[in-house]
């Protein structure tokens, strides 16, 4: 169980992602119904936009969103990175890019990536809005005041999650540079009654993770945050886990940062996560791509045009539950209704929320891998039907 | 009480919109919460798009739309006409338009408005998809069949409905079109358990539409719709809606197609109008004008930014009694997310509903004049705030 101000929560926990505020197409009360215990906000949109000042005033995230149960803000660091070295690298979320930024190259980065929407310094980190193209600037001072202003559960240290692009080298710097800013970032706390997570970086390389890890794991957080580059592949992304894991404190839950696809579950939460969030189940939706026991199901596609199924007639969700058919959900999707959003959202979070349900008394039961290998023989995670 | 196959709805009522077999935004879970009686679809939309052949496959419009209660459809009569002489005149509904057409000026039509998009002959319409360019045509049998297919409650007559741009003498011969189109959907009509309503045109002539209100009269429908031009002024309006309805039999259900502002509801309510339908709540809503009962509001303006106050504090739709701030929904809007079109819809339907609950109280309770000052003198419904 992990407790806080807003509730306390079962772990392992689904965290469902409202990236400035609001969960895409899904109101407070179907998140309520189909019982999303936390939900996860991101400090840099919410910093450029409304900014943290006017969610404080408008009485902090909780009463903004209007959602009384636990809240997760990440640190803004993510998203300031991507928009360098993720689009750079052509990986990780593309925000968005302004080609009027003409920052020029500082020559910090390696293999010549112009840090032309970013730009690094030993205090922080200078970017670019992908709003309206200004510059704006985050410390770890900043982003603690950011969090604190914007009032969730469980905050997280500033940090600079490298790509699976970097060297060993660059991936040493920047958690080097974590691991000073996760210092600064224990000493910028103010408020009472939130939770600081530190951020574990080191790429997937065994040594820095562990020496991340055991650093991290050495201060006085309230648990632990996995950042930045998983590797390139399932078997990365484990060993990088077994790594931090092995060298954190028994009793300190563990996010995983932006993983949770269903395959993605069993494993991780065998290695030990506690927390996980992604924002798959909406994004997913609102491309018609539709979680089943079978695997994702691309309702936009011809052959549902007059498919008078649900979308899997086992599901409780809402939309299943109802009655809508695929036919329906392909034609709201082919007319841009955007019912067809919401609808697919509850049911893709409704998904993965009863798959983290079913995970968590399958832990209790002591039956996981049971369930994980009775689960993965039906479900094909890669290819939309 | 109007009775359907769908349940007995008390008169006057709101019908909803639901376009394309969707009301924007809203699921019909929040339909029923909002006690919305009543459903309209439009024909011209569902024939194009999936075809009325695909809703009949997937169950039948109640079934696709997941709505139990009474729905009512139009003819497309609207929709196609519109594409030609609403667009021309620049009046009316624009649903598109598609350069790539290329019909020649067949002459018919008045003043020189080329019927590019939309061309009539006695025995219908050929018009132009604006989804994909496609020429299609509607006839009395065919959309009564089409409506048949939907399955609506209630259906109506196919007609050509004038603007106030047409003259007497073009309106005159729309008005015949229309009476002799009104036969043969008569004749056309093969499925139980639907009402069909007749529409009555003659523009903003007194002479027209008391004939064409004593022609459609007289013949075997279950109910009325007043269509086509209502003149330039709520005093034309009115003055329709006199002409007409002193020559239709006093039983039959009068329905005024396509309006619906708070301001409206009263008069035409005081004349003899027993069914609404208009997309005002959910497009207004989608632009950020919230009704309220001093008037609109427009969230989106500068001032609302950290305004913590609900849309209306007197209020009890989800929306305003879960405490959404005017600055939340200011930010929804700025940063377009799905969930600030789906809590204004919300909001703005439950406005124009539960005036609708107070007009109805009114009429039972003889102070319909004494409701219309009250609203009257605080609701200012030209200006957005």
Redesign the interface.
């Known amino acids: 169980m992990l407790h806080t101000p807003h509730g306390s929560i079962e772990t392992p926990f689904f965290c469902v992602v409202g990236t400035?505020?609001?969960?895409?197409?899904?109101?407070?009360?179907?998140l309520r119904e189909l019982d999303a215990g936390v939900l996860l906000a991101n400090t840099y949109?919410l910093f450029l936009?409304?900014g943290a000042d006017?969610v404080h005033?408008?009485?902090g995230l909780h009463?903004?969103?209007?959602w009384d149960g636990p809240i997760v803000t990440d640190s803004g660091g993510f998203q300031v990175f991507s928009l360098g070295s993720g689009i750079e690298h052509g990986v990780g979320k593309q925000i968005g890019m302004f080609p009027g930024d003409d920052t020029p190259d500082t020559g910090r980065r390696p293999r010549g990536q112009a840090a032309r929407l970013v730009r690094i310094d030993a205090d922080g980190a200078t970017f670019t809005s992908h709003i309206d193209g200004s510059r704006q600037r985050l410390t770890p001072e900043s982003s603690i005041a950011t969090q604190e202003a914007l009032g969730a559960d469980i905050i997280l240290a500033f940090d600079e999650p490298t790509s699976p692009l970097h060297d060993a080298e660059y991936t040493r710097e920047a958690m080097d540079r974590t691991h000073r800013w996760a210092l600064r970032c224990l000493s910028a706390r103010t408020r009472e009654g939130q939770s600081l997570y530190g951020i574990v970086q080191g790429g997937a390389f065994d040594e820095l993770r562990s020496a991340s890890a055991r650093f991290i794991g050495s201060l006085p957080f309230d648990g632990a945050a996995i950042g930045g580059s998983l590797g390139r592949s399932k078997a990365d992304m484990h060993a990088v886990l077994d790594w931090s894991f092995a060298q954190l404190p028994e009793a300190w839950p563990r996010h995983l940062l932006g993983i949770g696809e269903p395959e993605d579950l069993f494993s991780c939460v065998a290695r030990g996560v506690d927390q996980f969030d992604c924002v798959a189940p909406t994004r997913l939706g609102r491309h018609g791509q539709l979680y089943t026991p079978s695997g994702k199901l691309l309702v936009t596609r011809p052959e549902f045009?007059?498919d008078?199924a649900p979308i899997d007639a086992e599901c409780g969700c809402?939309t299943c539950r109802?009655?809508?058919?695929r036919?329906?959900l392909?034609?709201?999707f082919?007319?841009n209704?955007?019912?067809?959003?919401?609808?697919a959202s509850v049911h893709n979070l409704h998904f993965i929320l009863d798959l983290m349900r079913k995970i968590r008394a399958a832990v209790r039961g002591d039956y996981l891998g049971e369930l994980q290998t009775e689960f993965l023989s039906r479900y094909v995670g890669g290819a939309a039907r």
């Open positions: 400035a505020g609001a969960v895409k197409g899904v109101t407070p009360d179907e949109h936009r409304p006017v005033q408008l009485g009463r903004f969103m209007g045009a007059e008078a809402y109802t009655g809508f058919s036919g329906y392909r034609h709201l082919a007319a209704e955007l019912l067809g959003y919401t609808l």
